[in-house]
T-cell receptor, first 111, second 115 residues
């Protein structure tokens, strides 16, 4: 049974702070890792993908992957109230385009 | 380039009824995947269609079935609706030619409420 674990939160941070979201996964065969943002009542929106160990930066977002520890994280710098949403971690195995999702972490950024 | 579109946006059905949800894939994409997202949960994989055939299935009963058409659009059918089928149903398209590591981009979803 492939599992993806996330703290459900809510994670509360003040505006301008760094938000750190974490995710662990059980399947060592996982090769691709994604972070989706989901606003209430909306569908998930892809914000980051990462495929190799290390950091990947895109604007205010940094994804970090450690395959040995089966751990992936998302850092959001200079958090804005508009970042308030649920962040879903998703993984898939090599050659498969199906994703296993965590339950998501709710992020609340207060002005 | 048009993205993934789903219809209807919202739907209310009664327990025991049947429902059909529709999805038009993104231009150039030949694979369609369906996910169910219950309230407070992450999306769960239902099944995937490639070239009009089912190409993988999650842990869902046979009353969840699908179709893919020659233009790669797809339908999700659910028979004998149960209250627990109330959820957001998400469709995503992708291209097998790009391999399995391409990110999935979802449509806006269909919110199904079963009463």
């Amino acid at each position: 049974q492939k599992e993806v674990e996330q703290n459900s939160g809510p994670l509360s941070v003040p505006e301008g702070a760094i938000a750190s979201l974490n995710c662990t996964y059980s399947d060592r065969g996982s090769q691709s890792f994604f972070w989706y943002r989901q606003y209430s009542g909306k569908s998930p929106e892809l914000i980051m993908s990462i495929y190799s160990n290390g950091d990947k930066e895109d604007g205010r977002f940094t994804a970090q992957l450690n395959k040995a520890s089966q751990y992936v994280s998302l850092l959001i710098r200079d958090s804005q109230p508009s970042d308030s949403a649920t962040y879903l971690c998703a993984v898939n195995a090599e050659g498969y385009s199906t994703l296993t999702f965590g339950k998501g972490t709710m992020l609340l950024v207060s002005p | 380039e048009t993205g993934v579109t789903q219809s209807p946006t919202h739907l209310i059905k009664t327990r025991g009824q049947q429902v059909t949800l529709r999805c038009s894939s993104q231009s150039g994409h030949n694979t369609v995947s369906w996910y169910q997202q219950a309230l407070g949960q992450g999306p769960q994989f239902i099944f995937q269609y490639y070239r009009e055939e089912e190409n993988g299935r999650g842990n869902f009963p046979p009353r969840f079935s699908g179709l893919q058409f020659p233009n790669y659009s797809s339908e999700l059918n659910v028979n004998a609706l149960e209250l627990d089928d109330s959820a957001l149903y998400l469709c995503a398209s992708s291209s097998k030619l790009t391999g399995g590591n391409s990110p999935l981009h979802f449509g806006n979803g269909t919110r199904l409420t079963v009463t």
